[in-house]
């Protein structure tokens, strides 16, 4: 079992890329060191993650129109009061692009 876990540390199911391909991957992060992730997938659902002394996951379904993304469907997480009905893609000239060496 514990050559398992060396080989495989994440688990042998990666459930993120069985709800589809990533469109748009957008991280903030804030105070304390709390990242907030929003994920656009190909089959026009999101997933926006806060890891912040835990984890909150707010999921539904998105659709566009021009420079707005609309959210429809709404699952908000715990400890989540409400969540924003759309937002406008503004274009910047410098993008901050991270890779990872696997």
Sequence with gaps: MLVLAFFKPFGFIDFDKLEGGDLLIAE?????NCM??????DNF???ETNVCFGVTEIKGNYHLQNDTIYFDNVNIGRHEKGFYKFAVIR???SVTVKSVLI
């Design 28 to 32: 903030r992060e804030g105070a304390a």
């Design 91 to 93: 274009h910047q000239n």
């Design 45 to 47: 659902t999101f997933r």
């Design 36 to 41: 907030t992730t929003l994920k656009l997938k």
